[in-house]
């Protein structure tokens, strides 16, 4: 039982290059999550699936773009990563009944 | 709109107690959780408590909750130098599918 797993680990881009980060769980959970996180400004939500099939924005989602590809698997893509978009990039899975949210070790990305 | 705030940072003497306190706007707020974030690692569950809840106690770690206030306090007894980290408060906000985090509160550990 793996729990949630991100890839790449880290990432370096130049300005305008576009990459996907991926994310899988292996919970059997509904819904899933992805956050970047910047020094003081904690967790921010970009976007999540509450299921299969279904996506929506959360606070930041300029600049992204996500797919549900199915159960296990939701990826996060950068069309023309810009440099404000360097980051930390957690995926997170929660748990139905309790809304606990299990988080994968982080993708650090810049954008340079 | 739905908010979570927390101070930046902390600093304890080992073996005192840590109190990190955080307050929370969404008074619907069904569960409310603490995160542990160590270094170079994604965020943790530590301890949760039901809005319905003043109180719960898990080893070291006792959560208050004051509704009225809408506070939500950690304290963690015995503080010791594995217990320096990053400190998540959360809540589920007005969508149970969704759960809003506070800035974190680094909590850093003096000999």
């Known amino acids: 039982n793996a729990g949630v797993t991100q890839t790449p680990k880290f990432q370096v881009l130049k300005t305008g290059q576009s990459m996907t980060l991926q994310c899988a769980q292996d919970m059997n959970h509904n819904s899933m999550y992805w956050y970047r996180q910047d020094p003081g400004m904690g967790l921010r939500l970009i976007y999540y699936s509450a299921s299969e099939g279904t996506t929506d924005k959360g606070e930041v989602p300029n600049g992204y773009n996500v797919s549900r590809l199915n159960k296990r698997e939701f990826s996060l893509r950068l069309e023309s990563a810009a440099p404000s978009q360097t980051s930390v990039y957690f995926c997170a899975s929660s748990d139905p009944d309790r809304y606990e949210q299990y988080f994968g070790p982080g993708t650090r990305l810049t954008v340079t | 709109g739905e908010d979570v705030e927390q101070s930046l940072f902390l600093s304890v003497r080992e073996g005192d107690s840590s109190v990190i306190n955080c307050t929370y706007t969404d008074s619907s707020s069904t569960y409310l959780y603490w995160y542990k974030q160590e270094p170079g690692a994604g965020l943790q569950l530590l301890t949760y408590i039901f809005s319905n809840m003043d109180m719960k106690q898990d080893q070291r770690l006792t959560v208050l909750l004051n509704k009225k206030d809408k506070h939500l306090s950690l304290r963690i007894a015995d503080t010791q130098t594995g217990d320096s980290a990053i400190y998540f408060c959360?809540?589920?906000?007005?969508?149970?599918?969704?759960?809003?985090f506070g800035s974190g509160t680094r909590l850093s550990i003096r000999p």
């Open positions: 959360a809540e589920t906000g007005s969508s149970a599918s969704k759960i809003i």
